[in-house]
């Protein structure tokens, strides 16, 4: 069993090769990847980095307005990663991700995850950097000017 970063990357691999529509939430930051990996002889997968939905209604309703030319689809996979995002990358399931939506042959789809992974790494670093120095959703417990 691949039980490594708190999560059963086995079975993750399992989740990603089997849904048609998967979304990955983060311990740190509120944006979702959402992975769609149906197509048509129109309109190849789609990754891309969105904001938290308020419920699940919400989140078909978003991804059908993505997504017009696709139905509803009768289910949404969802998994949360527990670690940074650099440590999707260094378990191997970035890549995995990036095998499964490109394995359709859209060329366009392998920019598609290299823009939603920088967006991933930028969003946790700003975050970081606010809890660092007390910025939006985070208070310092170090007053300014103060120096040990």
């Known amino acids: 069993m691949g039980v490594d970063y708190g999560i059963d990357i086995d079975e993750v691999r399992r989740v990603i090769d089997a849904a048609d ?11 979702r990847l959402l992975l769609d990996a149906r197509t048509n ?6 990754i891309r980095v969105v904001p938290k939905a308020g419920s699940a209604r919400e989140r078909f309703r978003s991804l059908k307005v993505l ?20 440590a ?18 859209w060329t366009e789809t392998a920019d598609q995850c290299d823009e939603a992974l920088r967006a ?19 208070q310092t417990i170090w007053p300014s000017g103060v120096s040990a």
Request: with cysteine; hydrophobic share 40%.
């Open 41 to 46: 002889d129109e309109c190849g997968p789609l």
């Open 88 to 105: 999707l990358e260094e378990s191997g399931l970035w890549d995995h991700i990036v095998c499964r939506l490109t394995s359709c042959g």
């Open 120 to 138: 991933l790494l930028r969003e946790e670093r700003r975050v970081e950097a606010n809890a660092v120095a007390g910025g939006e959703g985070f």
């Open 21 to 31: 529509v998967l979304v990955v939430r983060f311990a740190l930051i509120d944006q």
């Open 67 to 86: 997504r017009p030319q696709f139905r509803t689809p009768d289910r949404i996979l969802t998994f949360e990663w527990p670690r940074h995002v650099r």
